[in-house]
């Protein structure tokens, strides 16, 4: 971690940490303790008076109907997302592999949705499933399907899903090919030789030797799934209708800044902390154990 | 190539073409939004070929917006957009590159104790902590200022690490020849430091840069007078007055204004991206 080779003590380092410390302790750890603290207050709905409640603010959470519904909605939403996005970046990486020819042409019409803002991504697909003018609404109802997402609960979940992981594909299926373009070409010659089919070796050889990727994917895109996807929502449903669409972020947002219930919105904060820290915590040791293999 | 079955070639080809298409469809159907009038663009159904009103829907886009929009151009937002995203990328390639020198080149107390510090930034992001967030940029007079849009965001783990990666990786030897030759630290770093890590910190640029232009959540909450409003901001209200008067046109032209910087990023520079996204995740 520190050089062999190094200067020793004097002011100098202390004043080249000193701008990333006092950013980070001013706005990250402050705020994330006032969060914790705030989560154990209780105000009044005027702001006057504020009592300390110790973890009422999370019994009343894990009571509340609607908040273990926004957990269970946001576990299927990322899911979802994830797993459709995976499936088809990786059937997409697969393919890209085989080509030679114009891999690297595909990866460039493949990758730049990773530069779309979220809000971004959102207004493209509200525009396309526009429940009055939309062109694929439009194609649906010729089909004898009828479109509205801003009635239908489902219709509204799948549309933020398809919008959210539409613009993940960018991100796996740049892994995923990475992850395959690096088994060495030998093994898989070598299966070939001994009869087995494109098929046969995907799942035998590629799929196996990819699994770190995968694995490593699956947790960059839950996280992606539980705290970056605030925008498309925001933008496509405003968490609903009726809810149908809201998921933890987007609470905690909505309960602390349109319903100004401080204490509860804190208290969620310090939930999806905790998440977060989880997360991190596996993704580390992921890193740690493909250190060990390679 | 392991074996030559045409076939099956042709058949991955056409699953490739279809992924792109469907990938590229969404941004086919705002960029034919964008090239007709607003009378075309409520009947259904919506056109799937371009029109000719494209600079006619610039110029408005740029100039005026849309109706109900405050008269408020998308160009001043641009700006906004931008320098928000300079000051983000350039402010953390900053303070990361000095913090992960002084850590991996330097012995002082709470060297250890500076790091995690640091890496507790990875686990907060700004989502969820926002609220609190606020109020310390509200207590600091920082709303409606571009310090209050960039600063908040430019503490970064990730930053640092890939740094100290960089630096881990730079032979001894150079720092013991600089200092035969009488160089200090700072000499060192910005003689030999700096320019040994060009490349990292173009492609740290690269996706700081995205990840500052795409802010939403922040944004939306340090801005409330419209002057300081980011374009990727503006899509939503749009979207808002859209229930009532939708001018898709002027809309969807404002989305791929708001799109087309990073995207032409990615895509100029696609090998910096590529390297900066495979390098900050590990």
């Known amino acids: 971690m520190l050089k062999r080779v190094h200067f020793g003590p004097s002011v100098l380092p202390f004043l080249l940490v000193a701008p990333q410390i006092i950013i980070t302790i001013v706005f990250f750890v402050w705020p994330a303790s006032q969060a914790l603290y705030q989560s154990l207050l209780i105000q009044d709905a005027f702001g006057l008076r504020t009592e300390f409640v110790w973890f009422e603010n999370f019994e009343v959470l894990f009571d509340d109907e609607h908040y273990l519904g926004t957990f269970q909605r946001t576990i299927v939403f990322s899911v979802l997302v994830a797993s459709i996005s995976m499936g088809f970046s990786l059937i997409l990486a697969a393919m890209a592999d085989r080509v030679i020819k114009g891999a690297m042409a595909y990866r460039t ?15 493209l697909w509200v525009f396309m499933l526009d429940p009055t003018l939309g062109i694929v609404t439009y194609g649906l109802a ?13 219709e509204a979940m799948t549309l933020v899903v398809i919008a959210a992981a539409w613009k993940q594909v960018a991100y796996n299926f740049l892994f995923f090919l ?9 093994l898989i010659e070598a299966a070939a030789i001994d009869g087995a089919g494109p098929v046969r070796r995907f799942w035998t050889i ?7 990727t995968t694995f490593f994917l699956m947790v960059v895109n839950i996280v992606y799934a539980f705290f970056e996807t605030f925008g498309i929502i925001h933008a496509i449903t405003q968490g609903g209708p009726a809810k149908s669409t809201e998921i933890l972020v987007y609470k905690v947002f909505n309960d602390g800044f349109v319903g100004l219930d401080l204490g509860g919105s804190a208290a969620q904060s310090v939930i999806l902390m905790a998440m977060v820290i989880a997360l991190t915590v596996v993704q580390f040791r992921y890193i740690e154990k493909k250190v060990e293999y390679s | 190539m392991i074996e030559n079955r045409p076939i099956i070639t042709l058949i991955s080809h056409i699953t490739l073409i279809l992924g792109v298409m469907i990938i590229a469809f969404p941004i086919w159907v705002t960029f034919v939004a964008a090239t007709h009038d607003a009378v075309r663009m409520v009947q259904v159904p ?19 917006g849309i109706a109900g929009g405050g008269d408020l151009g998308v160009g001043m937002m641009l700006l906004n957009s931008l320098a928000m995203a300079m000051m983000i990328a350039v402010g953390k390639i900053a303070i990361s590159l000095l913090s992960a020198f002084a850590i991996v080149y330097f012995k002082f107390p709470f060297r250890m104790g500076f790091f995690w510090l640091i890496f507790i930034t990875l686990m907060l992001p700004v989502e969820v902590r926002i609220i609190p967030t606020f109020e310390v940029v509200a207590n600091l007079n920082m709303l409606n200022t571009y310090w209050g849009l960039s600063i908040p965001l430019i503490a970064s783990a990730t930053a640092t690490f890939m740094f100290r990666q960089t630096f881990l990786t730079i032979p001894d030897e150079l ?11 700072m000499r060192f770093f910005k003689d030999i430091l700096l ?26 909450l340090v801005t409330t007078e419209q002057d300081m409003y980011t374009v990727v901001m503006a899509i939503k209200q749009m979207l808002e007055t859209a229930e009532q008067a939708p001018e898709w046109n002027i809309i969807m032209m404002t989305t791929l204004l708001a799109m087309m910087p990073p995207v ?13 996204l495979t390098e900050t995740e590990k």
């Open chain 1, 109 to 123: 019409l493949l990758i730049w949705p990773y530069a779309v803002a979220p809000v971004v991504a959102g207004a």
């Open chain 1, 142 to 154: 010729a089909m004898g399907y009828e479109w509205n997402h801003k009635l239908n609960g489902t």
């Open chain 1, 178 to 186: 990475a992850g395959m373009q690096s088994i060495p070409k030998s």
């Open chain 1, 206 to 212: 590629i799929f196996p030797l990819i699994s770190p």
């Open chain 2, 46 to 64: 919506l056109p799937l070929w371009p029109g000719n009103h494209f600079f006619d829907n610039l110029k408005q886009a740029m100039v005026r």
């Open chain 2, 175 to 185: 720092l013991e020849a600089a200092r035969i030759d009488g160089a200090g630290p």
């Open chain 2, 195 to 220: 320019p040994m890590s060009r490349t990292n910190i173009a492609a740290l640029f690269v996706i700081l840069f995205i990840y500052g232009w795409n802010q939403y959540l922040w944004p939306l």
């Open chain 2, 264 to 276: 032409l990023v990615v895509i100029f520079m696609q090998k910096l991206f590529v390297k900066g």
